[in-house]
């Protein structure tokens, strides 16, 4: 299920406690291990989202898409990556990435002005690519193990990590968190969650007459597309059950 941007402090507060269990192990231990011990509860909650999701989300989505036309859909979504980047560069700066925080402060600049507010992507144009950081991957960069699986409530995928990153990335440096009154504010969010929904239609198509298990699938996908974003596209192999440790060099003579 998409997330959520709505309401969620009581929420973050209630998985604290399993983001200090989780999350103090090292990154790399829990590469090697990749348990699932929350699997029941996570089983649980992913279908209570793909309840909500068909029941709800889902409809408004498909009528967003065929009532808008595709160039229309496109500006909404430009319109909040932009917003998005804000979050991007930060985190950028936060993980000492010099350069591409520049890159992307310019990217921001260059949509938000030539751009007209984000509706268009100006900056791709001008080798100013996409990235994707967040202040999961900034813990994560400063040493914060990934910790276990973790189905939140509305908000879906994430690990005891990342949940810490919610209110930091969709809350605090979100601008729309600061945008009177707030009834607009919630209609704003509701747009945002409308369009990356129906951003997702055509996808989850090609999965909807393959013989897999749902949940397995997202958990993977997520827990894989989480390491490569916080190692850069490197993240360390996993250590086989049967594989021997490296044995040492002996000293030189």
């Not at 990749?34 to 009528?63: H, Q, S």
């Not at 997702?200 to 198509?205: Q, V």
Request: glycine content about 8%.
């Amino acid at each position: 299920m998409i997330r959520a941007m709505t309401g969620g402090s009581c929420l973050l507060i209630a998985f604290g406690l399993l983001a200090c269990l989780g999350g103090c192990a090292s990154t790399e231990s829990m590469v090697q291990e990749d348990r699932d011990p929350l699997e029941p509860y996570n089983r649980f909650m992913f279908r209570v989202n793909d309840t909500l999701d068909k029941a709800a989300i889902k409809p408004v989505a498909k009528g967003y898409r065929a009532v808008l036309p595709e160039f229309v859909r496109n500006r909404v979504t430009h319109f909040f990556s932009n917003l998005g980047d804000i979050s991007v560069t930060i985190n950028d700066a936060l993980q000492f990435k010099g350069q591409q925080a520049a890159m992307d402060f310019s990217r921001l600049v260059y949509n938000t002005t030539f751009g007209l507010g984000g509706l268009f992507d100006v900056a791709s144009s001008l080798d100013l690519p996409k990235h994707k950081e967040d202040f999961g991957q900034t813990l994560g960069y400063w040493g914060v193990g990934e910790g276990y699986y973790l189905v939140l409530p509305f908000f879906g995928p994430s690990t005891t990590r990342d949940v810490w990153g919610l209110p930091v990335d969709n809350f605090l440096l979100d601008p729309v968190t600061y945008v009177d009154p707030v009834s607009l504010r919630y209609s704003i969010r509701g747009t945002d969650v409308v369009d990356k929904r129906a951003n997702l239609l055509r996808i989850e198509k090609a999965f909807e007459e393959t013989q897999i298990d749902p949940y397995s699938f997202q958990r993977q996908t997520y827990l894989q597309r989480r390491r490569e974003l916080t190692y850069d596209g490197n993240p360390p192999r996993p250590k086989l059950e049967f594989e021997e440790p490296e044995a040492e060099a002996p000293p030189a003579q």
